[in-house]
């Protein structure tokens, strides 16, 4: 399957004034179709995403997460840098097709992000469960794996495995 995915510029997450959220974006502006999205920081030249997502309404489910407080803190409380919220949509003629493209768009950031060592906040406010392997040796290793990878934990086999 090929995939058309278009992203948007990164949007601010501004310190809500009301009592009731602790971010707010103007979803209004957001669009009503199929797509994954992230919450992220943005430090200097690094960009860390916090939280990848998928929907088939991108307005609708962040204005959902806005009011998610396990989530807007884990958003708060994670380190330095401007926290920013930002979505991908796709090109395609079917709801069907929609669908499965952004699931497969979900896992693919999902897995790239802990391929670069970032932990997510994806399971209700919850790390996601991940194996560290750290590898040491020569150097030329390291155009095949980075020294440290974190990889999404595959439940039931690592438990009869280790078992």
């Known amino acids: 399957m090929q995939i058309e995915a278009k992203w948007s510029k990164p949007i601010k997450l501004k310190k809500s004034k009301s009592t ?3 971010y707010e974006i103007d ?3 957001l669009p009503s179709v199929p797509g994954v999205y ?16 998928e929907t088939l309404s991108v307005r609708g489910r962040v204005r959902n997460h806005l009011n998610s407080v396990a989530l807007m803190k ?21 709801p069907e097709r929609a669908k499965a493209q952004v699931k497969i768009l979900e ?13 997510l906040f994806n399971k ?39 078992a």
């Open 38 to 53: 992230v919450f992220g920081r943005k430090h200097g030249a690094n960009v860390v995403p916090i939280y990848i997502g």
């Open 124 to 162: 209700r406010g919850t790390k996601l469960p991940t194996d560290e392997i750290n590898f040491s040796g020569n150097r030329t290793s390291e155009a095949i794996a980075p020294r440290v990878m974190l990889i999404k934990r595959a439940l039931t086999k690592v438990k009869k495995a280790a």
């Open 20 to 22: 009731r959220l602790i």
């Open 107 to 119: 896992k693919a950031l999902i897995l790239h992000a802990q391929t670069e060592g970032h932990v």
């Open 74 to 94: 884990e958003i708060e409380n994670a380190p330095n840098g401007e926290k920013f919220f930002m979505y991908c949509t796709v090109k395609t003629r079917s």
């Open 27 to 29: 979803v209004k502006d």
